[in-house]
């Protein structure tokens, strides 16, 4: 994941909002997404921007892209407790005719009442 | 409608033997990748399979090889164990590759090697 670099932790109050960062390397990204992971549990695929977008909301979570920077950010609006759990940031460009998502090491938010 | 599913969900292995790990993808889904998540860190890509044979391929070595049967499931081996070989390893399915979302993940096997 040295393509992709989060900060590694973030604490917020519930009902507040979370913002995760993440930036990337690879100019040529096509697809950039954020997955969740829970304790025990696999990846969820949250949502996905693709790389000639600047924005995408999508109920609770609003993603931002600035290109330009190569930086990507998730938004999380009334967080809640069940929203503690790891955020990964990937990227990914089109190789082989296959899209492979390069994960960051990932964003532990933690979410108290 | 079953995710996909990872067999087993542990194991201890001891340094140097072989281990092989199994995955069904999820129903309608005929591509597999398999990644590495070492504790702390980010899943890793090994490879992936799609019609059987092995399509793209991460940084790592030859210890590590797969398979992929006609209903489309998968196993990944790894030969010659080392203690860097702990880690969860990650089986995720999609449909076809060219498709730049919906990998679903299972939950994983963690691997233990002493």
């Known amino acids: 994941g040295e393509d992709v670099e989060q900060s590694l932790f973030l604490s917020v109050r519930e009902g507040d909002s979370s913002v995760i960062n993440c930036t990337y390397t690879?100019?040529?990204?096509?697809?950039l997404y954020w997955y969740k992971q829970e304790p025990g549990a696999g990846l969820q695929l949250l949502t996905y921007?693709?790389?000639?977008?600047d924005m995408k909301q999508d109920q609770r979570l609003t993603v931002l892209l600035n290109k330009k920077d190569k930086h990507l950010s998730l938004r999380i609006a009334d967080t809640q407790t069940g929203d503690s759990a790891i955020y990964f940031c990937?990227?990914?460009?089109?190789?082989?005719?296959?899209?492979?998502?390069?994960f960051g090491r990932g964003t532990s938010l933690i979410v108290h009442p | 409608d079953a995710g996909v599913t990872q067999s087993p969900t542990h194991l201890i292995k001891t340094r140097g033997q072989q281990v092989t790990l199994r995955c069904s993808p999820k129903?309608?889904?005929?591509?597999v990748s398999w990644y590495q998540q070492a504790l702390g860190q980010g899943p890793q890509f090994i490879f992936q399979?799609?019609?059987?044979?092995?399509?793209q391929r991460g940084n790592f070595p030859d210890r590590f090889s797969g398979h992929q049967f006609p209903n489309y499931s998968s196993e990944l081996n790894v030969n010659a164990l080392l203690l860097g070989d702990s880690a969860l390893y990650l089986c995720?399915?999609?449909?076809?590759?060219?498709?730049?979302?919906?990998?679903?993940f299972g939950s994983g096997t963690r691997l233990t090697v002493v």
């Open positions: 399979y799609y019609e059987e044979e092995e399509r």
């Open positions: 690879d100019s040529s990204s096509t697809y």
């Open positions: 129903s309608g889904h005929d591509t």
């Open positions: 921007i693709f790389s000639n977008m």
């Open positions: 990937a990227e990914s460009l089109a190789s082989g005719g296959s899209y492979i998502p390069t």
């Open positions: 995720a399915s999609s449909l076809v590759p060219g498709r730049p979302y919906g990998y679903t």
